[in-house]
């Protein structure tokens, strides 16, 4: 113990065999039905995600990437539009608006919080502008009454990406509807995540709902008739075999992220660190726990040397990103996204993490923020 003991950041190994038993039997059940596309595993999962997420529908994809694309194609955004989306993210929120053929418009997140900051995005509406996609980062949800007005005042649509945020609350309402259509990953590192890629979408939204159906299953309603240039990207029976299991059980293990944050907060509030914001509004999901300061590479290091592992989310902004060099997207002022990228650091967090592993972090963290400040 104590010295050698490392400090997984998220043990998805643990997580597996807390369920083993009843994730063995969902596998089981599913691949034994002789049916593995479509079918009774998806249409289950999807009615109990959406009633989950107090939304009225819920269409099973890929994974969350394409979650994010076909809620801009349902929507029409396409060549030449604006999508505005945070510029401190994941680089998938990006990609999908480029996916489309628009054009992503960094907003810069609300000082002291790392979500898009409505009041800001207002000056960066033009004619060309489609949509607002906000980001509920690290498990922390944005706030989708001041989006939703936002996008009302200018008729703007809302796509959320909700990677981030299974169970998460505005108000007292589940991130699910309040946008046009909320995206989803359950990449086996997320709140609710598969043993594999998966992903889904939710809408209160009928047109919605069917278009992007049609649209992942290659434009196609009935099979062999192709009424649009559709994609292949749909949920598997067994990941969602799987999913139907493990949304049993995410709002314990939600709330044993949320005790984690807790502990960390009240043992490291002393120090001379950032720590995360929750608005009074928000219930947050914890799917990430990140502090923020000037001597991050330090304070990684020593957690490193440790034995405790340590992740940064992100550590280049979608702005530097090589992959957005040929549009010049570097040369855009965007000082908290660059900030960020060089300050945030995400602590170990997650279902199965040891209260000995939680005071072996804070108590690292709490000698090498003193030393290095004093
Ligand atoms: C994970 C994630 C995605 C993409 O999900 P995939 O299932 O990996 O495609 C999109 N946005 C955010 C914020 C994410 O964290």
């Given at each position: 113990m104590g010295e050698s003991m490392t400090v997984p950041f998220l043990d998805l190994k643990a997580s597996y065999n807390e369920l083993a038993a009843e994730l063995d039997t969902a596998v089981l059940r599913a691949s034994r039905s002789?049916?593995?596309?479509?079918g009774a595993e998806v249409e289950t999962f999807e009615a109990e995600f959406a009633a989950y997420t107090q939304a009225k529908y819920c269409v099973g994809v890929g994974n969350g990437l394409d979650a994010l694309i076909l809620a801009l194609r349902a929507l029409d955004i396409g060549a030449g539009d604006e999508v505005l989306v945070p510029?401190?993210?994941?680089?998938a929120t990006w990609l999908a608006v480029s996916a489309v053929g628009a054009i992503p418009v960094p907003v810069e997140p609300i000082s002291g919080s790392y979500n898009l900051d409505a009041a800001s995005a207002e000056?960066?509406?033009?004619?060309?502008t489609k949509a607002i996609l906000p980001v509920h980062l690290y498990g922390i949800p944005a706030d989708m009454d001041a989006i939703c007005q936002l996008a009302k005042k200018h008729r703007l649509a809302v796509v959320e990406d909700a990677a981030q945020a299974h169970g998460a609350k505005v108000r007292g309402k589940?991130?699910?509807?309040?946008?046009?259509v909320v995206a989803w990953s359950f990449?086996?590192?997320?709140?609710?995540?598969?043993l594999g890629d998966a992903g889904a979408i939710t809408t209160n939204d009928t047109t919605i709902a069917q278009r992007i159906r049609k649209l992942g299953n290659y434009?196609?309603?009935?099979?062999?008739?192709?009424?649009e240039r559709g994609i292949n990207s749909r949920l598997d029976p067994i990941q969602a075999a799987i999913l139907a299991v493990k949304l049993k059980h995410l709002d314990a293990w939600n709330t044993r992220r949320e005790n984690i944050a807790q502990h960390y907060t009240r043992a490291l509030a002393h120090l001379p660190i950032t720590l995360p914001q929750v608005p009074a509004w928000a219930e947050a999901v914890w799917h990430l726990y990140v502090i923020a300061t000037p001597q991050r590479d330090l304070l990684h290091a020593s957690l490193t040397k440790a034995d405790i592992q340590t992740l940064i989310?992100?550590?280049?902004p979608p702005h530097l990103q090589r992959a957005y060099m040929d549009v010049g997207?570097?040369?855009?002022?965007l000082p908290l996204a660059e900030r960020y990228a060089n300050e945030v650091l995400s602590l170990p967090i997650g279902p199965q993490l040891d209260a000995e592993h939680v005071e072996k972090v804070i108590s690292v963290v709490a000698d090498t923020s003193t030393s290095t400040n004093s």
């Amino acid at each position: 113990m104590g010295e050698s003991m490392t400090v997984p950041f998220l043990d998805l190994k643990a997580s597996y065999n807390e369920l083993a038993a009843e994730l063995d039997t969902a596998v089981l059940r599913a691949s034994r039905s002789g049916w593995y596309i479509g079918g009774a595993e998806v249409e289950t999962f999807e009615a109990e995600f959406a009633a989950y997420t107090q939304a009225k529908y819920c269409v099973g994809v890929g994974n969350g990437l394409d979650a994010l694309i076909l809620a801009l194609r349902a929507l029409d955004i396409g060549a030449g539009d604006e999508v505005l989306v945070p510029s401190h993210t994941f680089i998938a929120t990006w990609l999908a608006v480029s996916a489309v053929g628009a054009i992503p418009v960094p907003v810069e997140p609300i000082s002291g919080s790392y979500n898009l900051d409505a009041a800001s995005a207002e000056a960066y509406i033009t004619s060309r502008t489609k949509a607002i996609l906000p980001v509920h980062l690290y498990g922390i949800p944005a706030d989708m009454d001041a989006i939703c007005q936002l996008a009302k005042k200018h008729r703007l649509a809302v796509v959320e990406d909700a990677a981030q945020a299974h169970g998460a609350k505005v108000r007292g309402k589940r991130i699910g509807s309040h946008g046009d259509v909320v995206a989803w990953s359950f990449y086996p590192g997320k709140n609710l995540g598969a043993l594999g890629d998966a992903g889904a979408i939710t809408t209160n939204d009928t047109t919605i709902a069917q278009r992007i159906r049609k649209l992942g299953n290659y434009g196609s309603s009935v099979k062999y008739f192709n009424e649009e240039r559709g994609i292949n990207s749909r949920l598997d029976p067994i990941q969602a075999a799987i999913l139907a299991v493990k949304l049993k059980h995410l709002d314990a293990w939600n709330t044993r992220r949320e005790n984690i944050a807790q502990h960390y907060t009240r043992a490291l509030a002393h120090l001379p660190i950032t720590l995360p914001q929750v608005p009074a509004w928000a219930e947050a999901v914890w799917h990430l726990y990140v502090i923020a300061t000037p001597q991050r590479d330090l304070l990684h290091a020593s957690l490193t040397k440790a034995d405790i592992q340590t992740l940064i989310h992100y550590p280049v902004p979608p702005h530097l990103q090589r992959a957005y060099m040929d549009v010049g997207a570097s040369k855009l002022s965007l000082p908290l996204a660059e900030r960020y990228a060089n300050e945030v650091l995400s602590l170990p967090i997650g279902p199965q993490l040891d209260a000995e592993h939680v005071e072996k972090v804070i108590s690292v963290v709490a000698d090498t923020s003193t030393s290095t400040n004093s």
